[in-house]
């Protein structure tokens, strides 16, 4: 069991909970934030628990990851790694994981000042990658992800002590209202909710797959939409949103032709690197939550 000193307990009985926020949403002063278009980003995060931000990548810069996704998926060596996760049923990626550690390009990425000056500002310190990963639903056949909290899973799972993670996804391909896009519940961090059923050990090859713990029950998501509201993200190749830790999300399948894909990574705060996992949990892999070093990210320099 959880020690009682455990401020977001879950998966510890038979029962639900909701339970409201500790932390705060940004931990930099948001009135010291002095480039106005940023603070006007993060005073909407704050309040929301997400900010999309449209057309930050040229097309030629998102032509070249989405190559090298493409090329990565079709690789038989990439497809046997572990790092590798298949649709359930078929011999289609659905993540690839490590993805900064596999491509030189998405390392390149993952430290771009762009996406990383605005982690360090929400977060309020610097930041190391705490999971990487490609994402991709292929048109037909490409599974949902169904509602959750990343936190949740991170905090039983990894030990991460506090929401104290950022979420980034970098759209590789135009997302609309049919090609199951991602859809959040706005203002949904402010609320934990505590999940039941305890969780088998290795739970990770399955529920990256398709999640059975750790998934909200059907009157905690009733309370949050209705809170809340859904709202369904429709932007552009090169659009990127930013979510936090604990903002209640998830997508439809796709049945559609027309395939989504995007790369997800999540900046964790040196100052919230990971304990043990919680109720004598075997630690996930590396390739799922980084454990052999927490060492802060620099950013690349601008090109002159």
């Given at each position: 069991m959880a020690?009682?000193?455990?401020?977001?307990?879950?998966?510890?009985?038979?029962?639900?909970?909701?339970?409201?926020?500790?932390e705060p949403v940004v931990y930099s002063n948001l009135e010291a934030i002095a480039n106005e278009p940023t603070k006007s980003i993060v005073h909407g995060f704050a309040r929301d628990g997400y900010a999309l931000i449209e057309d930050l990548f040229s097309e030629?810069?998102?032509?070249?990851?989405?190559?090298?996704?493409?090329?990565?998926?079709?690789?038989e060596d990439i497809k046997k790694r572990d790092e590798?996760?298949?649709?359930?049923?078929?011999?289609?990626?659905?993540?690839?994981?490590r993805v900064?550690?596999?491509?030189?390009?998405?390392?390149?990425?993952?430290?771009?000042?762009?996406?990383?000056?605005?982690?360090?500002?929400?977060?309020?310190?610097d930041v190391y990658v705490h999971q990487s990963r490609a994402n991709l639903k292929p048109g037909f056949r490409g599974k949902e992800f169904y509602w959750h909290s990343d936190f949740e899973t991170w905090h039983v799972e990894d030990?991460?002590?506090?929401?104290r993670a950022?979420?980034?996804?970098?759209?590789?391909?135009?997302?609309?209202?049919?090609?199951?896009?991602?859809?959040?519940?706005?203002?949904?961090q402010k609320y934990?909710?505590?999940?039941?059923?305890e969780t088998p050990d290795n739970h990770y090859k399955e529920s990256l797959k398709k999640q059975e713990y750790g998934v909200p029950d059907d009157d905690s998501l009733r309370f949050l939409a209705k809170q809340c509201g859904i709202k369904t993200i429709k932007a552009k190749a090169g659009s990127?949103?930013?979510?936090?830790?604990?903002?209640?999300?998830?997508?439809?399948?796709?049945?559609?032709p027309f395939d989504r894909r995007n790369l997800f990574f999540v900046y964790n705060s040196v100052e919230n690197s990971l304990e043990e996992p919680k109720y004598g949990l075997s630690p996930r892999p590396e390739y799922v939550a980084t454990r052999e070093s927490f060492k802060a990210l620099r950013a690349l320099k601008a090109a002159a």
């Open positions: 020690p009682i000193s455990d401020n977001y307990r879950s998966r510890t009985n038979k029962d639900s909970a909701i339970i409201s926020r500790r030629e810069e998102v032509s070249s990851w989405d190559t090298e996704i493409q090329s990565l998926a079709a690789t590798s996760f298949l649709e359930p049923g078929s011999n289609n990626v659905r993540s690839i994981f900064h550690m596999l491509s030189d390009l998405v390392d390149r990425l993952v430290r771009d000042p762009r996406l990383l000056d605005l982690a360090r500002t929400i977060l309020g310190s030990g991460m002590p506090a929401m950022i979420s980034c996804s970098v759209l590789l391909t135009d997302n609309d209202d049919t090609n199951g896009p991602l859809m959040l519940m706005p203002g949904s934990f909710i505590s999940c039941v059923g990127v949103v930013f979510f936090d830790c604990n903002t209640m999300h998830g997508s439809n399948s796709n049945i559609s």
